[in-house]
Antibody, heavy 120, light 112 residues
């Protein structure tokens, strides 16, 4: 059974960089059949796809986030990470990591999410 | 404002059926059969219920079914049970950029 778990600071100051890690168990981030993705949910709002990283290191992200997103992969730890720079209060959200099989364009396994609050 | 439009709430009594809609455009829901539905009990990991419009992953009860007509996809839950009470989100692939997935705003399903 594939499991994903997000981790990282729950509080980030405005203008700083949000950093989160997703640890995968029961599967490998080196598996070429999947993208590894980030999704967020601001309080009281719907879900927003942030982006994905592939085992090769290639990435793709939501154009609405412009160039603030950086995603990396650590195959030795079976983890992938998200960095979101120049955060504002609008980036306050529950952040989820998820597995994305590109053949079906869905998210078949998710982490339970972690709340990140942007506040001074 | 979410890219896909869902009703904020839906409800039904145990044993009844309820349908939740997800309206997009000709660039997402209407163009591709890559519509998914997720069940989310707050504080837990969202669960995939339907993918590719009407396919159920292993382990999802056949009480859950999906369909699509034009730019609107639908999730139907038949034989409602108390544990079906949750938030439901739809998603769709969109061709607006290289690769992008858009979501609906979510529907709170209440079992009366």
């Amino acid at each position: 059974q594939v499991q994903l778990q997000e981790s990282g600071p729950g509080l980030v100051k405005p203008s700083e960089t949000l950093s989160l890690t997703c640890t995968v168990s029961g599967g490998s981030v080196s598996n070429s059949n999947y993208y590894w993705s980030w999704i967020r949910q601001p309080p009281g709002k719907g879900l927003e796809w942030i982006g994905y990283i592939y085992y090769s290191g290639s990435t793709n992200h939501n154009p609405s986030l412009k160039s603030r997103v950086t995603m990396t992969l650590d195959t030795s730890k079976n983890q992938f990470s998200l960095k979101l720079s120049s955060v504002t209060a609008a980036d306050t959200a529950v952040y989820f990591c998820a597995r994305l099989p590109p053949a079906t364009v869905t998210f078949d396994y998710w982490g339970q999410g972690t709340l990140v609050t942007v506040s001074s | 404002q979410s890219a896909l439009t869902q009703p904020p709430s839906a409800s039904g009594s145990p044993g009844q059926s309820v349908t939740i809609s997800c309206t997009g455009t000709s660039s997402d829901v209407g163009a591709y059969n890559y519509v998914s539905w997720f069940q989310h009990h707050p504080g837990k990991a969202p669960k995939l219920m339907i993918y590719e419009v009407n396919k159920r992953p292993s382990g999802v009860p056949d009480r859950f079914s999906g369909s699509k007509s034009g730019n609107t996809a639908s999730l139907t839950v038949s034989g409602l049970q108390a544990e079906d009470e949750a938030d439901y989100y739809c998603s769709s692939y969109t061709s607006s950029h290289n690769f992008e997935v858009v979501f609906g705003g979510g529907t709170k399903l209440t079992v009366l």
